[in-house]
């Protein structure tokens, strides 16, 4: 099994008010961080799904654009699977901050031939965390060319077709799939991740 990783950066952002890649967590732009995720995994290929390429766009990574018109994160999967050279894809969403290299790595090793593996929380899948194999170009590009260009939709029929199996997240790794869409979001995740780290209080006389 060799596989290719995939950050996928395309949104507009309409919500959060600014480009969310330039987006600070922990000190570094949100594109930094999930950049070295994805290479502490030592995939084959490092590629970046977006709609132009970016000014911040490393020099291992390879951009790959959305075929016009663009339809979504769905357009970004299709354009990545489609030049793939690899067994697997490994997409990560760029406002996924709290995801760890070691919970990716998880992910990989559930896949197999012919098979990826979809996270789900209480019934819905998470399709932007999400290993795709190499046969699930072709149901990509048609859905791509319909009318639902939904993920959830798309990565229902992978599971129809045996083309990928369900992991269910476990509680305490829920916390790796919250994302940011909004200011408020950024500004909620940033106050828990420094009331997590602070040391415990001893109230006892």
Avoid at 66 to 88: F, I, K, N, Q
Avoid at 144 to 162: F, H, K, M, P
Wanted: charged share 25%; hydrophobic share 40%.
């Amino acid at each position: 099994m060799t596989f290719t990783a995939l950050l996928l950066t395309g949104g507009m952002s309409r919500r959060m008010g600014a480009d969310k890649a330039t987006l600070v967590w922990q000190g570094e732009p949100l594109w930094m961080r999930q950049a070295r995720v994805l290479r502490e995994l030592h995939p084959t290929a490092l590629k970046i799904s977006a709609r132009v390429t970016p000014d911040w766009c490393p020099p291992d990574f390879e951009a790959v654009l959305d075929h016009p018109p663009s339809r979504g994160p769905l357009s970004g999967l299709a354009a990545a699977l489609e030049g793939m050279r690899t067994s697997h894809l490994l997409a990560l969403a760029i406002d996924l901050p709290q995801m760890t290299t070691n919970h990716l790595r998880e992910l990989v090793e559930l896949a197999g031939p012919g098979c990826g593996v979809v996270p789900e929380i209480d019934g819905r899948l998470e399709p932007l965390c999400a290993i795709y194999p190499m046969e699930a170009a072709a149901a990509a590009a048609q859905a791509t060319a319909g009318e639902d260009v939904s993920l959830q939709s798309y990565c229902r029929a992978l599971i129809d077709s045996g083309r990928t199996r369900i992991r269910p997240v476990r509680d305490d790794d829920r916390r790796l799939y919250s994302n940011f869409n909004t200011p408020e979001d950024l500004r909620l995740a940033t106050k828990s991740h420094v009331r997590r780290r602070l040391p415990a209080v001893d109230t006892a006389d």
